[in-house]
């Protein structure tokens, strides 16, 4: 007699090895611990200790081994600990984008769509007749000559205008992107640790450009006190610091940036969670915790017009809620004619995934 047979479910029977299942939450802890491969397998172990997540056939020492022996890890000899290799940054990177994003399928290069067809680079199935202005090199000559048959027939075969067809093509637009991540202490202030979502979001959106339009650029800012940009390899040890919010520095860093790229398309992407509160005046910071001060507030819509007049959109997502903040980046938008988002930590990588989405599908000239 057949029927079906039930047991327990075990939340670990999911298809994966007990070292891959170890090496996710690795993954998301060096997240959380900066790239600290010492913190994070502390982490690991305590979480062992109340979870069983090892058993006596394959324990902690053994994923350990595992982890060196598939070049995850290395020895440290200055710090006599161990350290993550580029293996591992790029690990992170992939399981940020499938956090955030979902899984996507890596396409041809430069796969950024626009609305209107014409002079381009891609090949599109659709003909069209002939139209005065129409390049000599987009003619389908084996559909026009078909056309002609047709329309004349083999025996006194002559082509006329009527008879050419148009192969469109469709552009794929390219866009470069300069991401600004605000790093002032505000940042893990108030029990909320806001730093690991947007860490997670530039190492997210960072793979999806490289998998999926490696044609575009991403340059990553941060900005405190001063504006550094860092490299894609240093996200996962990104620190907040002691700093106030120079957003004036962070700014004309993405501009200088964003002047020396070639894309027709510019945009720059800002997370923040705060209000502007520093200047660099020659070698003086001038700050003011103490609510919006004019000045600072003053060089950042100054910025946010030049960046209108070069056709530079800022997107900014905001992680506050303060009434007098978000009137802030409402006139700072407004100024830039730029979008704003009031983003939710947990929803922060949707926003900037749909925006940076729809930010590609523009027609090029």
Partial sequence: MRGFHFSRFNPNEDGKSRFDQLLDLFTQLLTYTSGDAGEAMQWLNELNNQYELTNDEYGMGDFIDELKEKGYITDDNQKGDIKITPKTEQGIRKKSLEEIFGK???????????????????????????????????IDFTESIRNAQINHGIDSFSMQEDDLSIRETDFKAQTSTVLMIDISHSMILYGEDRITPAKKVAMALSELIQTKYPKDT?????????????????????????????????????????????????QIFMITDGKPTCLKIGKRYYKNSFGLDRKVVNRCMNLAAQ?????????????????????????????????????????LGAFIFRDFENGKRKTVF
Wanted: hydrophobic share 35%.
């Fill in 104 to 138: 996507l399928k890596k396409t041809r290069k430069g796969d950024h769509h626009s609305f209107k067809p014409g002079q381009g680079d891609e090949l599109n199935p659709e003909t069209r007749q002939f139209r005065f202005g129409d390049m000599l090199e987009q």
């Fill in 218 to 266: 991403l340059d990553i800012v941060v900005f405190g006190n001063d504006a550094w940009p860092i490299e894609v390899k240093d996200l996962p040890y990104l620190q907040v610091g002691p700093y106030h919010t120079n957003t004036v520095a962070g700014l004309e860093l993405a501009m200088d940036i964003l002047r020396r790229r070639k894309n027709p398309n510019k």
């Fill in 307 to 347: 960046c209108k007049k070069l056709k530079v959109p800022i997107t900014t997502f905001m992680i506050a809620t303060d009434p007098y903040l978000q009137k802030f980046v409402q006139e700072f938008t407004e100024t830039n004619n730029g979008k704003a988002f009031f983003a939710s930590l947990d929803r």
